[in-house]
Structures are given as structure tokens and as C-alpha cells.
Nanobody, 113 residues
Framework: ELVESGGGLVQAGGSLRLSCAAS????????MDWYRQAPGKQRELVAT???????NYADSVKGRFTISRDNVRNTMYLQMNSLKPEDTADYYC?????????WGKGTLVTVSS
């Protein structure tokens, strides 16, 4: 099970750090991601981290968001800086291993202008 936390209301230009806590070890997840879905829009990939530490970001968040994972604490993070109103969405974490994948239920981020 994956459980997100850290969402909330923030003014434009502010920061939030999202967490994704796993009930078991995330060591076996070779890939973990953050997705987001804004009202009336399709879910989109925000950031990915591979088990070796390689990261990838959507163009819209490059330079502002940082994804990381802590295999000891079984937690993935998304540090979000310089937030914009267009970052408002439900944010979901996702983990993929050999033949398995898990989704969290989401945490809402609202950025006011």
C-alpha cells in the first residue's frame, strides 16, 4: 500500500513537500513516480525515479520539483518549489516492481494566485 501526504493550500511561489509512504519495502520498486490530475484533465506524469537514482521530470516542473526516495524509510518524496496555480491537482504516487504495481489514493495540492 502507498499513502500520500503533505498536500494542502499554498500561495503561488510557495513550497510543499509531498511524501509517499509504503507499508512494505520499496527497495523492490525499480521505478517510482508522481502523477497529478487537475480537474477536467487527464492524469499526467510529473516525475520518475529509477532504483539507481536516475530521475526524469515533465517539462512543466523541471527546475522547480525534485523527486527522491529513501529506501530505509520506505518513502518517496516530491519537493515542490515556486508553485504556480497551474500546479493545482490531486497528486498520486505510483510504484512498479517485477509484475506488480501500486497506486496511492492521492493528496490534493491547491495553489492560490
Amino acid at each position: 500500500e502507498l499513502v500520500e501526504s503533505g498536500g494542502g493550500l499554498v500561495q503561488a511561489g510557495g513550497s510543499l513537500r509531498l511524501s509517499c509512504a509504503a507499508s512494505g519495502s520499496i527497495f523492490s520498486f525499480y521505478k517510482m513516480d508522481w502523477y497529478r490530475q487537475a480537474p477536467g484533465k487527464q492524469r499526467e506524469l510529473v516525475a520518475t525515479i529509477i532504483s539507481g537514482g536516475i530521475t526524469n521530470y515533465a517539462d512543466s516542473v523541471k527546475g522547480r520539483f525534485t523527486i527522491s526516495r529513501d529506501n530505509v524509510r520506505n518513502t518517496m518524496y516530491l519537493q515542490m518549489n515556486s508553485l504556480k496555480p497551474e500546479d493545482t491537482a490531486d497528486y498520486y504516487c505510483h510504484g512498479a516492481g517485477l509484475g506488480v504495481e501500486y497506486w496511492g489514493k492521492g493528496t490534493l495540492v491547491t495553489v492560490s494566485s
